[in-house]
Nanobody, 116 residues
Framework: QVQLVESGGGLVQPGGSLRLSCAASGRMIFSGNVMGWYRQAPGKQREVVATMARGGSTGYADSVKGRFTISRDDAKNTVYLQMNSLKPEDTAVYYC?????????WGQGTQVTVSS
């Protein structure tokens, strides 16, 4: 079955940047789905970070607007989250999300830690 796989997480200093990637391990065309990035800190609820509609329109949480950018490369069938000006408050496990008319799909997450 289809699985989502995130990559690109790691440890960065405040003000630094990371780019997360999301790929499908099975047959799935991201351009036909709603895509998104969510994050969850330990003991906290998962929250939406960025979304992308089928037509490519995007939305962002107020806390990341102007710093994060979600994008989709249809040739590579990959969705990215570019994270700039990172803050300690951005520390969380970041999850890729994909939805069609039938199912919701989640990746297993990639850790992002922002610390000096």
């Amino acid at each position: 079955q289809v699985q989502l796989v995130e990559s690109g997480g790691g440890l960065v200093q405040p003000g630094g940047s990371l780019r997360l990637s999301c790929a499908a391990s099975g047959r799935m065309i991201f351009s036909g789905n709603v895509m998104g990035w969510y994050r969850q800190a330990p003991g906290k609820q998962r929250e939406v970070v960025a979304t992308m509609a089928r037509g490519g329109s995007t939305g962002y949480a107020d806390s990341v607007k102007g710093r994060f950018t979600i994008s989709r490369d249809d040739a590579k069938n990959t969705v990215y989250l570019q994270m700039n000006s990172l803050k300690p408050e951005d520390t969380a496990v970041y999850y890729c999300y994909s939805s069609n008319a039938i199912n919701d799909y989640w990746g297993q997450g990639t850790q992002v830690t922002v610390s000096s």
